[in-house]
C-alpha cells in the first residue's frame, strides 16, 4: 500500500515559471524525502525534512511540512527543461531501524523550453 | 566517492527461473534496503539489512529473499519468477534512523 498521494499527477509548465508538488500522508512520520527520477532510472535524493521541521531549502527547491495537515509540498523556482523528470515524496514512519520509505505515484513534471 | 551501484543494468529472464541481484552501497553507509518498481508506480518496500540480518521487510512474499555481506553491500534473490516480478529494482543505502537514502541507477528485470 502507498502512503503517500502526489498532487497533480501530471504538470506542464514553460521554463521559467514555478513547478509547485503536493504530498499528503496518512500515518505520524520520523521524516519526509523528496526524489527525482529520470525516465524510469534510478531515485535522485532531493531533500529530506523531518518531523519537527516546517521548511527547508536548497537551491532552486524548498519544501514545506504541516503535519497537524499530514502533508508537504515542494517548489521549483525558475524551471528548466532539465527539471523534466517523475517526483516523489517518501514518507518514513519506521520506528527502529528507519528508513522504510513508503512512497506515492509521484507527480509527472514537464518543463517546456 | 562512489555512490550506490548496482548490477546488472537489465536482465532477463523465463517464468519459473530463479535471479539475484547485486548492491553495493555508498561509502559509510551500513543499511541497504531493496524496493521494486513497476512501470507508472512509486517503488514499494521490499526489505532492510543491517548488521547482515534482515531488519524490516515489506508485503512481499517469500519467494524474495536477501543476503547482506561483511562489507555492507547487498543481494536480493528471487525464486520462481512470474511475470509479474518484471519491474525495476532499486537499491538504497543510508547510515542510521532519520537520515537519507540515496538509491542506485537500478536493475530493470523482464520476466518472459
Known amino acids: 500500500s502507498q502512503q503517500g498521494e502526489e498532487d497533480p499527477q501530471a504538470l506542464s509548465i514553460q521554463e521559467g515559471e514555478n513547478a509547485t508538488m503536493n504530498c499528503s500522508y496518512k500515518?505520524?512520520?520520523?521524516?519526509l524525502q523528496w526524489y527525482r527520477q529520470n525516465s524510469g532510472r534510478g531515485l535522485v535524493h532531493l531533500i529530506l525534512i523531518r518531523s519537527n521541521e516546517r521548511e527547508k531549502h536548497s537551491g532552486r527547491l524548498r519544501v514545506t511540512l504541516d503535519t497537524s495537515k499530514k502533508s508537504s509540498s515542494l517548489l521549483i523556482t525558475a524551471s528548466r527543461a532539465a527539471d523534466t523528470a517523475s517526483y516523489f515524496c517518501a514518507t518514513d514512519n519506521s520506528m527502529e531501524y528507519g528508513n522504510k520509505l513508503v512512497f506515492g505515484a509521484g507527480t509527472i513534471l514537464r518543463v517546456k523550453s | 566517492d562512489a555512490g550506490v551501484t548496482q548490477s546488472p543494468t537489465h536482465l532477463i529472464k523465463t517464468r519459473g527461473q530463479q535471479v539475484t541481484l547485486r548492491c553495493s552501497p555508498k561509502?559509510?553507509?551500513?543499511?541497504v534496503s531493496w524496493y521494486q518498481q513497476a512501470l507508472g508506480q512509486g517503488p514499494q518496500f521490499i526489505f532492510q539489512?543491517?548488521?547482515?540480518?534482515?531488519?524490516q521487510r515489506g508485503n512481499f512474499p517469500d519467494r524474495f529473499s536477501g543476503h547482506q555481506f561483511p562489507n555492507y553491500s547487498s543481494e536480493l534473490n528471487v525464486n520462481a519468477l512470474l511475470l509479474g516480478d518484471s519491474a525495476l529494482y532499486l537499491c538504497a543505502s543510508s547510515l542510521t534512523m532519520n537520515t537519507e537514502a540515496f538509491f542506485g541507477q537500478g536493475t530493470r528485470l523482464t520476466v518472459v
Open positions: 500515518t505520524s512520520i520520523n521524516n
Open positions: 539489512y543491517y548488521e547482515e540480518e534482515e531488519r
Open positions: 561509502s559509510g553507509h551500513d543499511t
